[in-house]
């Protein structure tokens, strides 16, 4: 008999010269054949170009297509067969919908799917973080957003997304979406404009409230409320209000990683968005943590090659002492198992690890190992590294911190539940 790993892939095949004409640009045509897959074991809409056929006749014709070989009995059974190997699979019967924006390695989708949500599309650009979010989701993501029409994408509850912080032209705040057009906003923006979701989560670096003295958020804000969302930041502010007002009220949404769990000082703004009128108030969730501990995500017998050189050692610190006499705080951080918690940790942490070291007894201290980087952002145990530590360092270190956003995710759920 054969494996369900083997009869997974024979049922793909099948299925791929069909799924040709429907992939865009920049995409694989794995791609579309895992979101076709997973959202017939889960029961939803399929991606597809429309202008070709709709998601209910492909569903059918797939069906009928896999019932022959007998790969699909049931959706019961056909879940069983698509999620077989995947430990980070949603539940058979999910609660919600979203799609999966700049998604890096998932965590963002972690954090949602630990709550009840399926994932029915997934947009990522960068190649290594497509295969470690295949290798921990079963599904491929689709490429490049900007190639991407947003019409093809299916209906979804929740848009999530961490979109890189790009300024905007000065031009702006006349001609509403448009004003973005060029940033890789405009594609969230032009995807929430036409399926038009209930919530939508998205998340950014601290810096985007300073960021061009606030008038990055602003066009942001402005933007997003023109299109009939809001979010805790009343409209009257986002379009009378001087910058300061909305600044000082952006803050109330940055959370820190610290207070969830988890040891690193970690700060992001995280907006959460509702469709006009469905909501009042979006409450934030409230710290969750008694204190934390470096401790808790070291390994109790690190790899020695994680010791860094004399030579790194001491280039940190002549650099500290530099920065120090001229007055910039910047420098290396060292912590040890005692220590409440680590410095922000980077994409750039596979250079030289200078923002996390972790002191060593009678030694040079050590860079931390990619599995303690994916602790540091709350990943569990059971998520698969990149087999390269280069790519998993910067894969962390460009992550959300998945309690942060579980937390998040609970309350928008218990929001949906009272709506719907």
Same mark, same amino acid.
């Given at each position: ?155 979804? /509850?929740? +848009? $999530?997304?961490? @979109? ?7 031009? &702006?705040? =006349?001609? %509403? ?98 469709? /006009?009128? +469905? $909501?009042?108030? @979006? ?7 008694? &204190?934390? =501990?470096? %401790? ?117 759920? %218990? ?6």
């Amino acid at each position: 008999m054969k494996k369900k790993s083997d009869l997974l892939s024979s049922a793909k095949k099948l299925i791929e010269p069909l799924a040709i004409s429907h992939t865009p640009e920049d995409t694989q045509v794995g791609a579309v054949v895992d979101q076709w897959f997973h959202a017939l074991a889960t029961n939803n809409e399929f991606y597809c170009d429309n202008s070709l056929d709709s998601s209910e006749n492909l569903k059918k014709q797939i069906r009928s297509t896999l019932k022959k070989p007998e790969f699909y009995q049931n959706e019961a059974q056909f879940y069983n067969l698509v999620f077989d190997n995947i430990e980070l699979k949603p539940d058979l019967y999910p609660k919600f919908t979203f799609i999966d924006l700049f998604a890096g390695i998932g965590g963002t989708r972690l954090g949602f799917q630990q709550n009840g949500g399926v994932c029915v599309f997934s947009s990522e650009f960068d190649k290594h973080a497509q295969n470690t979010y295949k290798n921990n989701y079963g599904e491929l993501p689709f490429g490049d957003i900007t190639l991407i029409n947003p019409e093809h994408i299916p209906s979804h /509850d929740i +848009l $999530i997304g961490g @979109f890189p912080c790009q300024p905007f032209s000065h031009a &702006g705040l =006349k001609l %509403g979406v448009e004003d973005t057009r060029g940033t890789l906003f405009h594609n969230i923006a032009k995807i929430l404009e036409l399926k038009k979701p209930k919530f939508a989560l998205l998340e950014n670096v601290k810096g985007l409230i300073s960021n061009d003295k606030g008038y990055t958020l602003r066009v942001i804000l402005k933007t997003l409320t023109d299109i009939g969302y809001s979010c805790n930041i009343p409209k009257e502010i986002i379009n009378e209000g001087t910058t300061k007002e909305i600044q000082n009220l952006a803050k109330k949404m940055v959370l820190k990683s610290v207070d969830f769990g988890v040891p690193q000082n970690r700060q992001r703004i995280y907006i959460v968005l509702w469709r /006009d009128g +469905l $909501i009042n108030k @979006f409450e934030y969730p409230l710290i969750n943590s008694d &204190g934390t =501990k470096v %401790g808790n995500i070291l390994e109790t017998n690190p790899d020695p090659k994680l010791t860094i050189s004399d030579r790194l050692w001491a280039g940190h610190k002549r650099r500290k002492q530099e920065n120090k006499k001229n007055g910039k705080g910047f420098g290396y951080g060292i912590v040890n198992a005692d220590s409440p918690y680590t410095n922000t940790i980077s994409a750039r942490y596979y250079k030289d690890g200078s923002e996390v070291l972790v002191e060593q007894s009678g030694k040079n201290p050590r860079k931390i190992s990619p599995r303690e980087a994916a602790r540091l952002q709350g990943f569990p145990e059971n998520f698969k590294l990149s087999d390269s530590n280069v790519q998993a360092y910067k894969q962390f270190g460009n992550s959300v911190t998945v309690p942060v956003v579980s937390a998040l995710a609970k309350k928008i759920q %218990g929001n949906l539940n009272e709506i719907n």
